[in-house]
């Protein structure tokens, strides 16, 4: 939701809402050594969101893209294949 507000209502691009969403949230709770951005020694939390383009995140408002969710690198989500 945050980051459709941030593309829809602040005008940033999809990519400037991610860096908001993730690095830059990270340095604000002076966390960014520990998260905030794929880097080897850093937690592995990540979301990974069934779309063509990242760039179409922010557009899926109240719709749940979500078919993976990794915390510390152990699956804690993952939606069931469907077809």
Known sequence: MVQSL?????????????VAATINAAYSLRRDRQIGSLEVGKQADLAIFDVEDYREIPYYFGVNKCWMTLKKGQPIFQKEHTE
């Open 6 to 18: 941030a593309c829809t209502q602040l005008r940033m691009t999809p990519a400037e809402a991610i």
